[in-house]
């Protein structure tokens, strides 16, 4: 199973708005809507950002949103902020009942 | 609260074993998937294994099969990841994840703290 591909770093100052794709295939991210995100800083464990392409888990920011054409998935960061500086991660449940995650994507606050 | 404590991570030989357990609390322990999730110094998540509330269902990643093996311990609120065979690239943190549906499917809400794992001779 190959790793969902996302950009390997997106930038973006305050208050801007960032979009991070994570493209899979037919057997991924295509043809399930069990696609999650995750943000994870330095040192620390990931955190759940968003489950089933565009649900927000309690707590999460309602500036952080995702979505899904076809068979690539998509995180937005509306409204910028200095503690979004993070590396993100995509995954997706496979056809195999498998998981698998993206490539990560390190978004830099300017 | 959730709570996901690992342990069990240290230094091993290639070619030997370890065996890394998780002690779960804060939720009913036996109505929900679990999952073993690794990174490797530096680098991406890489998902390791799932396994389904009740234990029936297993899966692995594909360069994990036929050497890992994950089990849960649902009167003991304990998951386990018995790793055979071990390599010099197997080398990270394991994190063991709850997963938010029965059969692990749906995506990893609630994660430990990891355990470093380290093949090297």
């Known amino acids: 199973q190959s790793a969902l591909t996302q950009p390997a770093s997106v930038s973006g100052s305050p208050g801007q708005s960032i979009t991070i794709s994570c493209t899979g295939t037919s057997s991924d991210v295509g043809v399930f809507n069990y696609v999650s995100w995750y943000q994870q800083h330095p040192g620390k464990a990931p955190k759940f950002l968003i489950y089933?392409?565009?649900n927000r888990p309690s707590g999460v920011p309602d500036r952080f949103s995702g979505s899904k054409s076809g068979n690539t998935a998509s995180l937005t960061i509306s409204g910028l902020q200095a503690e979004d500086e993070a590396d993100y991660y995509c995954s997706s449940y496979t056809s195999s009942s498998t998981q698998v995650f993206g490539t990560g994507t390190k978004v830099t606050v300017l | 609260q959730v709570q996901l404590e690992e342990s069990g991570g240290g230094v091993v030989q290639p070619g030997r074993s370890l065996r890394l357990s998780c002690e779960a609390s804060g939720f009913t322990f036996s109505n929900y998937g679990m999952h073993w999730v690794r990174q490797a110094p530096g680098k991406g998540l890489e998902w390791v294994a799932v396994?389904?509330?009740?234990?029936?269902?297993?899966y692995y990643g594909d360069s994990m099969k036929g050497r890992f093996t994950i089990s849960r311990d649902n009167s003991k609120n304990t998951l386990s990841l018995q790793m055979n065979s071990l390599r010099p690239d197997d080398t990270a943190v394991y994190y063991c994840?709850?997963?938010?549906?029965?059969?692990?499917?749906?995506?990893?809400?609630?994660w430990g703290q990891g355990t470093l794992v380290t093949v090297s001779s």
């Open positions: 994840a709850k997963d938010f549906v029965k059969d692990g499917a749906g995506g990893a809400d609630s």
């Open positions: 089933e392409v565009s």
């Open positions: 396994i389904s509330y009740d234990g029936r269902e297993k």
